[in-house]
Nanobody
Framework: QLQFVESGGGLVQPGGSLTLSCTASGFTTDRYAIGWFRRAPGKGREVVTCISSSGMSTRYIDSVKDRFTISRDNAKNTVFLQMNSLKPEDTAVYYC???????????????????????WGQGTQVTVSS
């Protein structure tokens, strides 16, 4: 089955840090742009950040800029999300998915672009609470 497997979630206090991992199962990721998404309780899924296939280009939503960092290791088929200065509003299930490089540069890393992504994983829960 072609999908991502997310890991690294957990319970953390406000101001704390977590690093999430997203590893491809059944395919290689080096030709794809990858995105991290989240679904907070009672809300729809939203894009958080994306990275191009080479890792040279990244995009973030405003609420996580300067706090979250996306990176990738194509040799390991893995994408990472380093999350610092976590806030209660970051509580959500976090997912990753892939899209084509052309879709990434065409603007798919946006609220209207979720349909361009594939190979969704089961997600990993992040809870920020004291």
């Amino acid at each position: 089955q072609l999908q991502f497997v997310e890991s690294g979630g957990g319970l953390v206090q406000p101001g704390g840090s977590l690093t999430l991992s997203c590893t491809a199962s059944g395919f290689t990721t080096d030709r794809y742009a990858i995105g991290w998404f989240r679904r907070a309780p009672g809300k729809g899924r939203e894009v958080v950040t994306c990275i191009s296939s080479s890792g040279m280009s990244t995009r973030y939503i405003d609420s996580v800029k300067d706090r979250f960092t996306i990176s990738r290791d194509n040799a390991k088929n893995t994408v990472f999300l380093q999350m610092n200065s976590l806030k209660p509003e970051d509580t959500a299930v976090y997912y990753c998915a892939a899209t084509s490089e052309s879709a990434y540069y065409g603007g798919s890393c946006a609220p209207t672009g979720l349909g361009d992504f594939a190979y969704w994983g089961q997600g990993t829960q992040v809870t920020v609470s004291s």
